[in-house]
């Protein structure tokens, strides 16, 4: 026996022994692949390779089983009461004058869009066209781009235009270097890794945009140089995800690990994905962050007094 069909029987054992509810349907054509006999005994053969991928699935599967885990289904009334805290956050806005007008806005904004991103993301994932992946990471460039200079009091199209660059170049240069070469995403467009990617890496260079820019506003309306502006703007930036480092692990279980983990995934694969997680946020955060304070002080001297000089 050769080393893939090895593999595959080991995997196919694996399935066997699992007397729990199947949770993570195997891939397509798990049971159904077989290793030719004139084939190397060497693991680097297609073979081998595709074996070694499915072993993997059911070790995993298998574990997940074994955790005893499963997603519990969340009910309207569970919906309800999660809300809570936030209708005591608003309430204490509304109080204080605040802008809870703004808070129950972005609440009903978030509910509404996460709602209808589940139905959307069900055909999302069944595409098979790179074209459309394409144009649903270019929707979401535009959306974080605009989003991005949203507490900016001046708004003008250079300004947008800064953000758009910013985030497109820091955000898409991570989300190729963690698809392509950490992951080894297959296809390179597959949108069940591509698009939630994509989302974590846009909406954390968005968030750094937006801090970036609003600081740089601010120190320029009190006629601070701008290398000093630039600086103070950029460390601004940067305060959330270097806090979210500090914390990671001790203060708080991020999100994605501890969905993985509620679902079955083993505890230390999680926590190899959320070292992945934290590093592509903080990368395309300051990137981004670090050229729209760039790409600023060249297009907007005139508004902010920033002239442009050869240091910068």
């Known amino acids: 026996m050769n080393v893939g069909s090895a593999l595959l029987s080991s995997a196919q054992r694996n399935i066997k022994k699992n007397r729990g509810p199947i949770t993570n349907p195997a891939p397509a054509g798990f049971l159904h692949t077989r290793c030719s006999r004139s084939e190397s005994v060497h693991a680097t053969t297609p ?20 955790m005893g885990t499963t997603l519990t289904a969340i009910s309207l009334q569970g919906l309800i009461f999660a809300i809570l805290p936030v209708a005591v956050v608003i309430g204490i806005m509304f109080r204080w004058s605040a802008g ?60 947008y235009l800064n953000s758009l660059g910013a985030i497109s170049v820091g955000g898409i240069l991570t989300l190729a270097l963690v698809s392509q070469v950490v992951i080894d995403v297959q296809p390179w467009f597959s949108p069940r890794y591509v698009v939630p990617l994509a989302g974590m890496i846009f909406a954390g260079a968005m968030n750094a945009v937006s801090l970036a820019a609003e600081r740089l506003q601010s120190e320029g309306d009190r006629g601070t140089p701008y290398l000093e502006a630039r600086r103070i703007a950029l460390q601004a930036s940067l ?74």
């Not at 203060?251 to 993985?260: C, E, I, N, S, W």
């Open 47 to 66: 073979c081998a390779n595709i074996a070694l991928h499915q072993y993997q699935w059911a070790v995993t599967h298998r574990l997940g089983t074994q």
């Open 239 to 312: 305060i959330p995800i270097t806090n979210s480092l500090f914390a990671v692990g001790l203060v708080a279980l991020p999100g994605m690990m501890t969905g993985q983990i509620l679902s079955g995934i083993s505890p230390l694969v999680a926590a190899k994905y959320q070292i992945v997680v934290m590093t592509m946020l903080f990368g395309a955060s300051g990137i981004s962050a670090a050229l729209y304070l760039v790409l600023a002080n060249r297009n907007r001297r005139h508004s902010e007094g920033y002239p442009i000089s050869t240091q910068d």
């Open 100 to 159: 809870a007008k703004t808070a129950m806005y972005a609440t009903l904004r978030m509910l509404l869009q996460l709602l209808l991103i589940g139905y959307v993301l069900v055909y999302v994932f069944n595409a098979d066209q790179p074209a459309f992946i394409i144009l649903v990471l270019a929707i979401m460039l535009t959306v974080a781009s605009w989003i991005a200079i949203r507490p900016l009091r001046k708004k003008q199209p250079h300004i």
